[in-house]
């Protein structure tokens, strides 16, 4: 009985690792070129402090961290998924149709969080709110 058990275990061990979610260190040249880019864009002085390719099965996303603790998130082709800053995403990385309206309906607030949705975009405000936003800003 006691053998059968361990078996279980092992099975179940052995299925879950292989879902599991797997972290590499990489550089920034091993990122995608539109990752790169977005960056140098946006973010242009400031440098990376932590790049991570993470492989889940036959999907792949980056994880990068800045100086300034800015933590952005890219698809396998380099295209940003979300943003996280703990003062403030740089207004360059907002659209601007999300920008202005935050600065008209929300005065003094920041945008501290912003992320792809299916149909649009999310924005999280440093007073906690969040706001949605379809694909052109509004």
């Keep these: 009985m006691k053998r059968i058990i361990l078996l279980a275990l092992s099975i ?76 403030e995403i740089v207004k360059t990385a907002i659209p601007a149709g999300i920008r202005n309206y935050v600065s008209s309906n929300a005065k003094g607030k920041k945008i501290v969080h912003m992320y792809k949705e299916e149909n649009g975009y999310a924005v999280e405000l440093d007073n906690g709110k969040t706001l949605h936003f379809d694909a052109q800003g509004r």
């Design 12 to 87: 179940l061990l052995l299925c879950g690792s292989s879902q599991a979610q797997m972290r590499q260190s990489i550089k920034r040249s091993s990122l995608p070129k539109s990752a790169v880019k977005y960056m140098q864009k946006n973010w242009n002085n400031v440098s990376p402090t932590k790049i991570v390719k993470i492989s889940e099965g036959i999907d792949v996303n980056y994880e990068v961290t800045l100086v300034d603790n800015t933590v952005i998130y890219f698809n396998r082709d380099g295209n940003w998924q979300s943003v996280s800053a703990e003062k």
